[in-house]
């Protein structure tokens, strides 16, 4: 069982470049999430997903576009690129968002803005 | 805005003693607490959660326990295994989509 799986694990971008980051689950979950990590800081939660065709903006959602075309898929789109986006990203999926319902996470994309 | 905090990044301990992680929050509108160990190259994956109607949760050796007078949550390992050494952060969920994660702290635990 492949989980949540991300692509690629490494990327260096140059300044005004765009990109996008896969991610893709098969545990036919309802729920996505897109993460970034910055170095000594917490995961922020950049963009969500509650079913195909429903996206909403999380709390860092600049210079980000997502869409969801089906349940399992759930790209992140980088326009622009710029330094600030350095960062890990991780996508995260969950069967529904009732208590108890904890999410699944990829291994990450370390993306790197020069 | 940090809204919850881990305000140790490292922790060390013996094998076989008590391993003690504790967060700190500032919203009282936090529902469900969560921990998320994170090893090296990998994803986080979910260790355990409490919500915030309860005090306690224990799962065999992990257990979390919740002051919500203090704001305070706490993340006992008892005893601690070298396996345990990883990236454990903190977790709270303000309404269904929205959690806020804190900076994560280090633990190593020593043979």
């Known amino acids: 069982n492949a989980g949540v799986t991300q692509t690629p694990k490494f990327r260096i971008l140059k300044i005004g470049q765009s990109m996008t980051l896969q991610c893709t689950q098969d545990?036919?979950?309802?729920?996505m999430y897109w993460y970034r990590q910055d170095p000594g800081m917490g995961l922020k939660l950049i963009y969500y997903?509650?079913?195909?065709?429903?996206?909403d903006k999380g709390e860092v959602p600049n210079g980000y576009n997502v869409s969801r075309s089906t349940t399992e898929d759930f790209p992140l789109r980088l326009e622009l690129a710029a330094p600030s986006q350095t960062s890990v990203y991780f996508c995260a999926s969950s069967y529904s968002t009732g208590a108890n319902t904890e999410a699944f996470f990829g291994q990450g994309t370390r993306l790197t803005v020069v | 805005d940090q809204q919850v905090k881990q305000n140790s990044p490292s922790l060390s301990v013996q094998e076989g003693r008590i391993s003690i992680l504790n967060c700190d929050y500032t919203?009282?509108?936090?529902?469900?607490f969560l921990w998320y160990k994170k090893y090296p190259a990998e994803g986080p994956t979910f260790l355990i959660s409490i919500s915030s109607i309860k005090d306690k949760n224990e799962d065999g050796r992990f257990t979390v326990f919740l002051n919500k007078s203090a704001k305070h949550l706490s993340l006992h390992i008892v005893p601690s295994q070298p396996g345990d050494s990883a990236v454990y952060f903190c977790a709270a969920r303000i309404n269904n989509n929205d959690m806020r994660f804190g900076a994560g702290t280090r633990l190593t635990v020593k043979p």
């Open positions: 545990m036919n979950h309802n729920y």
């Open positions: 997903s509650v079913g195909a065709g429903i996206t």
């Open positions: 919203n009282s509108m936090f529902d469900y």
